[in-house]
């Protein structure tokens, strides 16, 4: 079954929510499963038919719906740090029934003790849930969780443990009301749900963090919410480093550098620099590469010029690939000419450059060129497109592409980072025929019949 991930922008920890809504922490060591005793049977969300689930926020929010007689219940899980710590979940359920209901949280820890106390449940001595409201009855085992659950809710059937591994607690919850636990996601302080963000503060905060990237417009709402998707899942993913392999961290880098999050990619590649190793190191010197360009950061150059030496030595005893351009360049500018010059003495061969995704759509450095919307999309096609502040290697570009009846206008602004010449722009999937060294502007592209319009 497909899960969501749980995590948070820098805080160790991290967690899934499966596509019924059973969260677990990412060891795994438990899991949690939410039930709902209606007026005619207890409905397990992990069994139900009638369960569909839903992203908010760019998936900074989980909503599981299960439905039952009269309305739906409602779970939504959003991961917080707790005072800076580590990563902790938020499970909340409400009543968007005619009806009341009784709400009951299951806890499963295969092979672990469990105990429940009046502010939450443990996991051997490891607290694992917490709460601000005490049910109103908790039982552990699975004969007295199955007595629980048949005196408050009608008969019980899929209990799957047998021993002590087994934990349930049930609230009443009349119409329009709510209730809520937190989660531990990794070892720390787990506050009560009271003392954490709500789920609106945490729409709005990861707003704040998307935003301080490029920002990018486009003619496909499905597209959009996928790339505002995918940079929360990139940014969340800097917290949980030490699940990630080399090779992952090096295309988390340089992901995020594409779209504008160089102090979070700065981060990845401390941590790729201090794993003195010599795996992945055409991916290695690909991500300290691609950090340079679309920085023009100097003190970083210098602070990863040493691992990319080491990478760079071990490419040429393992016959790897090496983005040769990118690598010199930033030896060049950590200031390290003999080592750029040894480079190309070297017997290695040239990395080609992968494909880029989205951004190689957006934009493209060919040599002194910059290609505008080189892969522009026949579907989109009348519609806007716009980039603002997007990485490149000569600087922050901005455009913008609005349509006049059959015909594309351009507006351009390019923030470039001086060099020897003139950084020569194109268009070649909206006119084939237009360029300009200037680094703003704005023009009335002519469509050419060759273009599959």
């Not at 079954?1 to 899934?16: F, H, N, Q």
């Not at 930033?330 to 040239?350: E, H, S």
Request: glycine share 10%.
């Amino acid at each position: 079954m497909s899960t969501r991930p749980l995590d948070v922008l820098g805080a160790p920890g991290w967690g899934e929510v499966d596509a019924r809504g059973l969260v677990q922490p990412g060891a795994k060591e438990w899991a949690l499963d939410w039930w709902v005793g209606a007026s005619d049977r207890w409905r397990r969300a992990s069994q139900e038919a009638a369960v569909r689930q839903s992203e908010l926020g760019a998936g900074a929010v989980v909503e599981t719906r299960m439905k039952v007689p009269d309305g739906d219940a409602v779970q939504r899980v959003w991961a917080v740090a707790a005072g800076g710590g580590p990563a902790v979940a938020v499970v909340q359920v409400g009543n968007e029934a005619a009806t009341a209901f009784a709400a009951a949280l299951v806890v499963e820890a295969p092979g672990a003790a469990l105990a429940v106390d009046r502010t939450g449940v443990a996991v051997g001595a490891k607290p694992v849930l917490a709460w601000d409201r005490a049910p109103v009855g908790a039982a552990v085992g699975h004969g007295a969780v199955k007595a629980l659950l048949d005196a408050e809710g009608g008969t019980a059937t899929g209990l799957d443990h047998k021993g002590r591994d087994l934990a349930a607690m049930v609230w009443p919850l009349p119409h329009t009301a709510r209730m809520a636990v937190s989660a531990s996601l990794g070892r720390g302080a787990l506050p009560p749900p009271a003392d954490l963000p709500d789920a609106d503060a945490v729409l709005r905060g990861w707003q704040v963090h998307l935003e301080r990237g490029a920002r990018i417009e486009v003619p496909d709402d499905a597209l959009a919410r996928r790339i505002d998707r995918n940079r929360r899942r990139w940014l969340g993913r800097t917290g949980r480093m030490e699940t990630a392999d080399v090779a992952e961290l090096c295309e988390l880098s340089v992901r995020l550098d594409h779209h504008g999050y160089h102090d979070d990619a700065a981060v990845v590649l401390d941590e790729i620099a201090a794993r003195w190793t010599t795996e992945a190191p055409t991916e290695r010197l690909r991500a300290f590469g691609v950090h340079h360009d679309l920085t023009g950061d100097q003190q970083a150059a210098i602070r990863f010029a040493e691992p990319v030496a080491e990478a760079v030595e071990a490419a040429a005893r393992m016959g790897a690939e090496v983005p040769l351009a990118p690598v010199e360049r930033l030896l060049i500018a950590a200031g390290q000419d003999r080592a750029a010059q040894d480079l190309r003495r070297l017997d290695v061969r040239p990395a080609a450059t992968p494909s880029e995704g989205l951004r190689a759509e957006l934009v493209a450095d060919q040599g002194e060129e910059l290609l505008v919307a080189p892969g522009y999309r026949p579907v989109w096609r009348g519609g806007p497109l716009a980039a603002y502040g997007l990485p490149t290697r000569f600087g922050p570009l901005s455009y913008a592409v609005r349509w006049h009846g059959p015909n594309p206008a351009l507006l351009w602004e390019l923030d470039g980072r001086p060099g020897p010449v003139p950084v020569s722009l194109r268009a070649p999937a909206l006119d084939r025929s237009w360029s300009s060294d200037q680094p703003t502007g704005e023009t009335l592209l002519a469509t050419s019949r060759s273009l599959p319009w």
